[in-house]
């Protein structure tokens, strides 16, 4: 069992920065994929960016490569997921997700992320 919980959400202008983290529990932390998923009123939800077990294999989803950046600390057993150049259509809820390969199990209750433009 894994509990997830997002932080770091919040209004920012178009071409600005945020930095979502996600703490999980446990000390089974390393074994599992991570991602970042988003959902935007309206709209399914989508995988932003995943990162494996060992972090040496991440994709990104094409409308945020070279903007996003993931990145995971198995020590802290947190997940990070840098936002640069944010545009108004990356307005969404960003979830945490917890998985054994692509099978996402667990799940933050997600952050609010408002880009203005």
């Known amino acids: 069992q894994v509990q997830l919980v997002e932080s770091g959400g919040g209004l920012v202008q178009a071409g600005g920065s945020l930095r979502l983290s996600c703490a999980a529990s446990?000390?089974?932390?390393?074994?599992?994929?991570m991602a970042w998923f988003r959902q935007a009123p309206g709209k399914e939800r989508q995988c932003v960016a995943d990162?494996?077990?060992?972090?040496?294999?991440?994709s990104y989803a094409d409308s945020v490569k070279g903007r996003f950046a993931i990145s995971r600390d198995n020590a802290k057993n947190t997940v990070q997921l840098q936002m640069n150049s944010l545009k108004p259509e990356d307005t969404a809820v960003y979830f945490c997700?917890?998985?054994?390969?692509?099978?996402?199990?667990?799940w933050g209750q997600g952050t609010q992320v408002t880009v203005s433009s």
């Open positions: 446990g000390r089974t932390f390393s074994i599992y994929r």
């Open positions: 997700a917890a998985g054994i390969l692509s099978d996402y199990k667990y």
């Open positions: 990162i494996s077990r060992s972090g040496n294999s991440i």
